[in-house]
């Protein structure tokens, strides 16, 4: 079992940002994939970005420019900038971690965008 620890939500004005972190309980190897998903209220979660052990980034068109993720596999740890952002970002993030067929989940932490 691996436990995974967000950090970094909160409130923020548009057109600022924040950093999001997670931190899995275990190793995470180069061999795991991992990632940010979005659920907003009453909408379905959906991906905002992944990035695999060898560092290639896969990003929801409506993030593409504005967020950046990156993974320390040292400090078994994933980071999300997230620039430019705008109330359609608002939402619980969730970090997940894929190892072979099993997939993990984070507590979600919230992100509200508003002035």
């Known amino acids: 079992q691996v436990r995974l620890v967000e950090s970094g939500g909160g409130l923020v004005q548009p057109g600022g940002s924040l950093r999001l972190s997670c931190t899995a309980s275990r190793s995470i190897g180069t061999g795991t994939a991992m990632g940010w998903y979005r659920q907003a209220p009453g909408k379905q979660r959906e991906l905002v970005a992944t990035i695999t052990g060898g560092g290639s980034t896969n990003y929801a068109d409506s993030v593409k420019g504005r967020f950046a993720i990156s993974r320390d596999n040292a400090n078994n740890t994933v980071n999300l900038q997230m620039n430019s952002l705008n109330p359609e970002d608002t939402a619980v993030y969730y970090c997940?971690?894929?190892?072979?067929?099993?997939?993990?989940w984070g507590q979600g932490t919230q992100v509200t965008v508003s002035s």
């Open positions: 997940m971690l894929r190892i072979l067929v099993a997939t993990y």
